[in-house]
């Protein structure tokens, strides 16, 4: 999208379902005078039918005359809409020759092809949504567990939009309060208190929802966990036992390459990548480089390794090294599991969690540390408003840095025109969260992540 000569009143329209066969297609279309072009091509009057109310109706060709299909179409007067503008939906039967058919008459008729979330970025032109919304809609499509949509829907519903206004509400005010300051030099008004304890409330505020970020990132872009250990251990074995107990698998199992298994499971709501390392068992022997290079890469990538022991027999010298390490090489963090517990009498080693991939004992207790893995690192699992978006984050901490320099700046005296230069630019930041001010880079990279017809 060209946010430079953007005409935000010309007709779009898109497929907003899946390019598949499926019962029915729904296609989307927004711009000024929608209704009155889509009129003549059915049957029905559409130019007075109530905004939001559906019809039943043909859809023809007017030039050949051919009836194109059967189809439900509802139009929408600004600004009832999504966009904001007025808008036409049709729903038609999912046969692909069919929606191409009448896609192709549609842009044959004034409409052009819609760009990835165009729609949505029309609806924000529109005041019908700030950034913090217009994010969440992608993040809700994209979702892959429970937990993650209902934290995406909390942003749409502006939870995040509230909070930010909330800070940008209380920076105003005191930008006002310098502003008088400047105005009017001490010596004709008496000084106003400093507002520090204003100060300390958005710092704690904004420092709340920069930590939120991580476990943001969590739920939308899930961990990647990988099952490695010596052969026999019992890895695919613990790798089906996630598949199977997890009924919300996300997708299949890919046996996508030779070297590794993996599939998406959803461990309470957060979605996981998990890896099961076939690979550097198969080719510990047979040297194949490719293979051994990718299991590699795939382990290095692991945000948690689960290193899988064997407890019927001894352990290897290997593992014994790799138990006296506190640290796992690498990036990531390791979960030790004492698999087959059931065939053995002894304990488990100090760190290593006793689990049966055959009987599920101990698997309750794995699924626990992962979880305490997964969110070491962060505060507020519970928090309402959770930030997942780089591009906010980002913002968060240019205004978190403004207002430190802010209270800095009162600290050492400094003249007032410095408070509220800095002051400006914490609202500028905030600012671009919400998409008060924002630079078409920004929105270009933003709405080219969308899928087309949103
Ligand atoms: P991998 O090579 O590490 O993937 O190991 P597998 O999952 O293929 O398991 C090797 C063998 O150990 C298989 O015969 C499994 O049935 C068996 N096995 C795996 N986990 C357990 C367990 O917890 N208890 C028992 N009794 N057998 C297990």
Redesign the pocket.
Known sequence: MNHENYDPDDRIAALATPWAESAIAVIRTSGQGSIEVLSPLIKADLVNQESRKMLYTTLKDPQSGESLDEIMIVPFRAPGSYTGQESVELYCHGSLPGVQKILNLLFRSGFRQASPGEFTFRAFIHGKMDLTRAEAVQEIISSKTGKAQSLALNRLSGVLEKRINHFKDSATGMAALFAIQLDYPDDEVESPPLPLKEIEEIKNGLKELIDSYRVGKIYQEGVVIV?A????????????LFLKEDRSIVSDVHGTTRDYLESWISLGGIPVRLY?T?GL?KFEDSVEEEGIRRTREVMENAHILIY?L???IDLSEEEEEMLAQSHPEGKGKRVVVW?????SQNRAPAGAIP?????G?GFTELEDALRLQIFADTSQIGAEAVVDSLRQKELLERAFAGVVKVEEAIHNGLPVDVLAMDLHDVLQALGEITGEVSSSDILERMFSNFCVGK
């Open positions: 099952l250990g010596r052969t026999n251990v019992g890895k695919s074995s613990l790798f089906n099961d076939a068992r899988v064997d407890g019927s698999n087959k517990a059931d065939l689990v049966s991939a055959v009987t004992q």
